[in-house]
Structure formats: C-alpha cells, structure tokens
C-alpha cells in the first residue's frame, strides 16, 4: 500500500518518495527548464511575482 503525499506541504525541502514519485514527470520538465533557461531570466521570472498587476481597464 502507498503512502498518500500531500506534496505542496511535505516535499517543500525536495520529494519525500523519491523514484516512487507519480510526479516525476514534473520534476523532469522543472529540471529541463532550469537547465535551458539562463540565471538572468530566472531573476526576471522571479521579480515579476512581486510586481503590482497591469491594469487591463482602457483610459
């Protein structure tokens, strides 16, 4: 029987079932968008989290 994982609470420090992951998928595209992405639009990705929304009403 396998141990059900609430993973947005309990692998915040990286997976807790390792190779027996159902997300291993995700993991693999996480892994290949940070490996194809430089560090500066990483930071610009990043910063823009922190960004006030634009305003999408027409003046």
Do not use: W
Request: hydrophobic fraction near 30%; aromatic fraction near 4%; include cysteine.
């Amino acid at each position: 029987m396998s141990r059900q994982v609430n993973c947005q609470e309990e692998c915040t420090n990286g997976c807790v079932l390792g190779d027996r992951c159902p997300h291993l998928e995700h993991l693999a595209k996480a892994r290949k968008f940070l490996a194809e992405t430089s560090i500066d639009k990483l930071i610009e990705i990043s910063d823009s989290r922190f960004l006030p929304p634009e305003s999408t009403s027409n003046k």
